[in-house]
């Protein structure tokens, strides 16, 4: 089950309205900005009514399949704690897990049928050596939008890469309005420290 | 690029400048930014049959012409489709059929490759969004060549993924356009159509040699024990886990070429055909009397990812027991002060039964509001509703409404309500009318006032429609007043006769419509019973904590709402008999 040539995986899992598939899109151009040959995936329609949002991006210097496969993620993007619970089969044995402490209750949590799992973190340890904590939706709030959450979180993953910050930053620069970037390249820097 | 966009990107290189479409997921953003581009003509139709029909039109004027569809809308269109394999097509054109395996968002998932067979139409399957650039001007070009329509394929995977594209410079354009009579050709009467019959298999052996040697039905020996025969996505999935083995990789995959699969199966010891959904390859090859395994190993079910196809072929049943967890799910949820959860609130209330259609409030089956009770197509809401009126007879009365969206009703809603005023039906109709094709991401339909190019037009009185179609009974309610919703569907129900009610409000997400959010409303801790009334509603916002039992206290809980995603629509206010919403 190993991955064949260099083409490695990153899954980023949350839920409609976060800006995940934003994020994906970001770091996308980074990685062709940096002349790495990118794919990704993601399903709109439905999954944007609340439900969960998924992306695969898939890099390296050929990559053929925009889908990763069961056991084939290197590293995990959790957007929203529980969601990284969610993949875990999707993981390589050696693979990273970032996540935002955030939690979002789906309904069947808010009627009180099923508890919001309370041992995320040391499940994810049982199994994966790697796994990072950030409260990324409060180093946002710090930068000025708790909506660059998800800038927060690419900073953070921008530390797993070996691609110069500068390239990030241009980017980011080129990815939102005048008056957001400031807040934006802040977060990046916030999800970068942590 | 995403595959749609490419597919855009491509229609505009290629000198297209004139295409039809209804919006349906995966394939809606080709036409949202096909229009972008200068110089073109772009419309929404109100269904796919209409779509097809204007395009065949253009095409006969002597334009290149695009007709865009999801696999489903092609079934609305197949009556021109079987037709217009007969006459041919003048100028140009391509039918753009978007495939959703895994049913991502569709009610089937139904292979459009069998259209390509059935109706004897070329088709061609493109594996990403830089093929799919270069294919839609491939199929310009057959279309052209060989007086035929051609169908271009993708799947949701392919319309959806993004990676590396690039643009070329746009032909530049030409206007072939006139007026030119050939009743032999264009009017099918029988004894006309009895010689374009021949044309068309005439035409088949022609495209068949073609696919001979066109340049995207391409072979890689590498590894000559195993060879894989695959067309689209599923190529990539197999090349991504099996690098080193031969391939025969069918950029066309109607009509497919016989001498070059022979001279593959020729080359290469054994041979697996990789297909998504039908066996339609593999079904054709063995019949050429070629030994090839396929769906005795791979699913017929859902899309395909890397592993699946190297489980198959390795003879696993499963990857290495990988960790996991159940976690609650998180299904999809009407939005925050969407105007169908009232209705469907009052519905379920009312306990009757709901034939349901396409769109958002087909997510309202869900718990808790569970408002809606069967969903077919596009449409079939309103025959549904009437023909089991009429079959329950007395049993069924005041008991059976029909619910369909606005842009739904016009696609293909106004002749079954016709029909139920002609056939003296029984039946409740709501049409909940929140002026845009929201589903699919607020797109412009008869009725919004605008054209696709944003230019203003006549905006459809559904009221004065509805009355004209010889319905009597017509109530308009607003579903944020959930006492008069009930009311008024109370009493329509009680009538003889079929009713309409028009359940109208903008749908939140709908910009042009400017609903500003109220205040974000709060629950006073004290006040709440926790009597979980409010939760019946499904609003996102609103969840419900557990507290510790005071004492000679019977409440358990108390409701809270998240004032980030509230909305302030005031339902739950409405709901709730202690007054603790505010």
């Known amino acids: ?194 | 690029m995403s595959g749609n966009e490419a597919i855009a990107r491509g229609l505009y290189e290629a000198g297209v400048r004139f295409a039809a479409a209804y919006p349906g997921t995966p394939s809606t953003e080709i036409m949202e930014e096909y229009s972008k581009y200068e110089g073109v003509y772009a419309e929404w139709s109100p269904n796919e049959k209409v779509a097809l029909e204007v395009a065949i039109g253009a095409a006969l004027a002597g334009e290149k012409a695009v007709a865009v569809m999801k696999h489903v809308g092609v079934n609305v269109a197949a009556d021109p489709l079987f037709t217009v394999s007969y006459t041919g097509t003048n100028g140009a054109l391509v039918i753009i059929t978007a495939d959703d395996p895994s049913l991502h968002s569709s009610q089937n998932e139904q292979d459009n490759r069998n259209y390509a067979k059935f109706s004897k139409i070329p088709m061609l399957e493109p594996a990403d969004a830089e093929e799919a650039k270069e294919f839609i001007k491939l199929a310009f070009e057959i279309s052209e060549k060989f007086d035929t329509p051609v169908f271009l394929r993708t799947t949701t995977r392919v319309s959806h993924s993004k990676s590396v594209v690039s643009p070329a410079d746009p032909l530049p354009y030409k206007d072939k356009t006139a007026i030119t009579y050939n009743a032999a050709k264009y009017v099918m009467v029988p004894a006309n159509a009895r010689i374009r019959r021949v044309e068309v298999e005439k035409r088949m052996q022609l495209l068949k040699s073609f696919a001979e040697n066109f340049s995207e039905n391409k072979m890689e020996i590498n590894n000559p024990d195993i060879g894989i025969i695959t067309a689209g996505m599923p190529y990539n999935y197999a090349k991504d886990v099996f690098p080193d083995y031969s391939y025969l990789k069918l950029g066309m995959v109607y009509p497919l070429p016989e001498k070059l699969i022979r001279d593959f199966a020729a080359r290469v010891k054994n041979i697996y055909v990789v297909e998504e959904l039908d066996p339609f390859l593999e079904e054709q090859i063995k019949a050429m009397g070629i030994k090839v395994t396929g769906k005795e190993i791979f699913p017929y079910t859902n899309e395909f990812d890397p592993g699946i196809i190297q489980n198959a072929i390795n003879k696993l049943n499963k990857p290495a027991n990988l960790p996991t967890k159940n976690v609650p799910p998180r299904p999809p949820n009407l939005c925050p002060g969407c105007p169908h959860r009232g209705l469907f609130y009052t519905l379920k209330k009312l306990k009757v039964f709901v034939t349901g259609d396409i769109g958002c409030y087909t997510l309202s089956f869900l718990k808790p509001l569970e408002g809606l009770h069967s969903t077919i197509c596009m449409g079939a809401s309103i025959g549904m509703a009437h023909g089991m009126s009429k079959a329950l007879k007395e049993k069924g009365k005041g008991k059976i409404v029909g619910v369909i969206g606005d842009s739904t009703f016009i696609h293909s809603g106004i002749t079954p309500l016709l029909n139920m005023a002609y056939n003296k039906s029984n039946a409740v109709i709501i049409i909940c009318d929140n002026s845009t094709t929201a589903m699919t991401g607020m797109q412009e339909h008869p009725a919004t006032g605008y054209t696709l190019l944003g230019e203003e037009t006549i905006k459809l009185d559904l009221k004065v429609l509805v009355a004209a179609l010889g319905i009597k009974n017509i109530r308009v309610v607003d579903p944020y007043d959930l006492k008069t919703t009930r009311t008024v569907i109370k009493e329509e129900l009680t009538k003889d006769g079929p009713s309409v009610v028009i359940s109208q409000r903008p749908c939140v997400l709908f910009k042009r419509a400017k609903t500003k959010p109220q205040k974000p409303l709060q629950v006073d801790p004290e006040k709440c019973t926790g009597c979980k009334v409010c939760l019946g509603l499904g609003c996102p916002p609103i969840s419900w904590k557990k507290m510790e039992k005071k004492e000679g206290s019977k409440r358990e809980g108390v409701s809270f709402i998240d004032e980030n995603l509230c909305n302030g629509c005031g339902l739950c206010l409405q709901l709730c008999k202690f007054g603790a919403i505010k």
Not at chain 1, 7 to 12: A, G, N
Not at chain 1, 26 to 41: F, H, P, Q, Y
């Open chain 1, 1 to 194: 089950m190993v991955n064949n040539y260099d083409v490695k995986s990153i899954l980023l899992a949350g839920v409609g309205g976060q800006g995940t598939l934003r994020a994906s899109d970001i770091m996308c151009i980074v990685m062709m900005e940096a002349g790495l040959d990118v794919k990704k995936s993601e399903v709109h329609g439905m999954a944007q009514r609340g439900g969960c949002v998924t992306s695969h991006v898939r890099y390296g210097s050929k990559v053929y399949s925009p889908l990763a496969k069961l056991g084939g993620i290197d590293l995990l993007v959790a957007f929203e704690k529980m969601e990284a619970l969610r993949y875990m089969n999707y993981l390589t044995k050696d693979a990273t897990i970032i996540l935002n402490a955030d939690e979002i209750y789906p309904p069947s949590v808010n009627f009180g049928d099923i508890p919001y799992p309370d041992d995320i973190i040391p499940l994810l340890r049982i199994n994966y050596k790697q796994v990072k904590e950030i409260d990324a939706t409060d180093l946002a709030k710090k930068s000025g939008n708790v909506k660059a959450a998800n800038v927060v979180l690419l900073g953070a993953i921008s530390n797993l890469m070996n691609i110069p910050s500068s390239i990030w930053e241009e980017v980011i620069k080129k990815s939102f309005p005048e008056k957001l970037v400031k807040i934006n390249l802040a977060a990046f820097q916030k999800g970068r420290d942590a």
